[in-house]
C-alpha cells in the first residue's frame, strides 16, 4: 500500500531467484533448510501481491472470475510440483529443480515488466506503522469471523498433500511413477473445483453451493473414515471429491473476505493468504501426529473441518454482511 505493487513484486521475486540459486548449489542440509525459508518468504510475498493486484483491477463477477484462476493456481501448484518433480528427477540431479525454479521466477520477472502500477493512492504511512494496519483488518468482525471460516477449509486439502505420498506408497504399495500419475489426477479434479463453481453459480445461489460443498466434504470424510483403507480407487475417488470442494469454497470465499475491506486491501490479502497456509500447516501436523494410521486421521479431520465450517456457514450466510456482497458480485 506504501510503495505499489510492482517494487515489491520485483524485490520479491529477486529474493527468489536468489536463494533458489544458493539451494541449488548448497551443500549442507542446514544450508537447503536456510534457503528454502528465505525462498518460501519471497514466495508468499508474490502471492499476496497477486490477490491484492486482482482486487485492484476487477469488481463483481469478473473479479470472481479471475479470482478463480488465481486462487486455483496459488494450490494446484503444489499439486503439479510433485509431478514435475519426479519427471526432472529422471534427467538431472534435485539441484538442477532449484535452477528451474530460479528460471520461473525471471520469466515472471519480465511479466512483472509489462505489468502496470494499479496502485493509485499510495499510503504514506511510515513502513513501521503499515503494520497496524493488519490489526486493523483484524478488527474488522464480519472479515475474522469469514476468515476464521475459510481458513480452515482448504486444512483438508492441505492434510491430503502431506501425507498422499505415504498413503499411496507405504499404504498401498504404489510405485513413484504410479504414485505420480494419480497424484496428478488429483491436481486435475483441483483444476475442476473453479469451473464447476462458475457453472453452477449462474444457477444455484452461491450460499446453497457453499453450504452443499461443505456438506460434501463432511460425507466424504465419513465414507473416508468407513470404507477409504479398502481400496486406494475408494480413497483417491474421496479425496478428488473433497478437492473439488475445497476449490469451490474457495473462489467465493476470497471474494466475500476482499469485499469486506474498502481500504487496506493488501493487508487483507496478507492475512487471507497467511491464515490459509498457517492452517494448512497446522492440518498436516494434525493428520501426522499418529503415522500408524493416516487415513483415519485424515478423515477424522475431514468431518470435523466440514461439520465446523458447515456450522459456521448456516450462521453467517443470511447475515447482511454475506447476502448482501454476494447479491452485489452477482
Known amino acids: 500500500e506504501r510503495t505499489g505493487r ?3 513484486l520485483f524485490t520479491t521475486l529477486a529474493i527468489y531467484i536468489v536463494s533458489s540459486l544458493l539451494c541449488a548449489f548448497t551443500t549442507t ?10 525462498q518460501g518468504v519471497a514466495g508468499g510475498g508474490v502471492t499476496v501481491v497477486g490477490t491484492s493486484i486482482v482486487k485492484d483491477l476487477f469488481d463483481g463477477r469478473e473479479r470472481e472470475k479471475v479470482m478463480a484462476t488465481v486462487m486455483s493456481l ?13 519427471f526432472l528427477l529422471k534427467v538431472a540431479s534435485w539441484h538442477a529443480m532449484f535452477v528451474v525454479l530460479a528460471v520461473f521466477a525471471c520469466f515472471a520477472a519480465v511479466l512483472v515488466a509489462l505489468y502496470q502500477e494499479t496502485v493509485v493512492e499510495k499510503s504514506t504511512a511510515p513502513i513501521l506503522t503499515s503494520w497496524n494496519r493488519l490489526g486493523v483488518v483484524l478488527k474488522n468482525p464480519y472479515f475474522s469471523y469469514l476468515l476464521l471460516l475459510f481458513s480452515m477449509v482448504p486444512m483438508c486439502l492441505m492434510a491430503f498433500l502431506g501425507i498422499a505420498s505415504y498413503v499411496y506408497i ?7 511413477q504410479a504414485f505420480s500419475f494419480i497424484f496428478a489426477f488429483n491436481a486435475a479434479c483441483a483444476t475442476l473445483g473453479p469451473i464447476i463453481y462458475l457453472q453452477l453459480s449462474r444457477f444455484i445461489p452461491v450460499q446453497s453451493l457453499i453450504m452443499g460443498s461443505l456438506i460434501v466434504i463432511t460425507i466424504s470424510g ?3 473414515l468407513l470404507f477409504g483403507g479398502q481400496s486406494l480407487w475408494i480413497f483417491a475417488a474421496l ?13 467465493p470465499g476470497a471474494n466475500l473476505l476482499l469485499d469486506q475491506q474498502t481500504k487496506d486491501t493488501g493487508s487483507a490479502a496478507a492475512l487471507i493468504q497467511f491464515s490459509g497456509t498457517l492452517m494448512g500447516a497446522v492440518a498436516i501436523q494434525i493428520v501426522s501426529a499418529n503415522s500408524y494410521d493416516l487415513i483415519r486421521n485424515y478423515s477424522i479431520l475431514s468431518i470435523v473441518i466440514g461439520a ?15 447476502a448482501e456482497k454476494i447479491h452485489k458480485q452477482t
Open 222 to 224: 465419513i465414507a473416508m
Open 74 to 86: 496459488v494450490i494446484i501448484a503444489p499439486m503439479i510440483a510433485p509431478v514435475l518433480g519426479a
Open 308 to 322: 465446523a465450517c458447515t456450522s459456521l456457514w448456516l450462521i453467517a450466510k443470511n447475515r447482511p454482511f454475506v
Open 170 to 176: 507405504d499404504e498401498f504399495g504404489m510405485s513413484e
Open 6 to 8: 510492482k517494487p515489491i
Open 239 to 251: 479425496s478428488a471429491a473433497i478437492t473439488v470442494c475445497v476449490f469451490i469454497v474457495r473462489v
Open 29 to 38: 542440509v542446514e544450508n537447503l533448510i536456510a534457503f528454502r525459508i528465505v
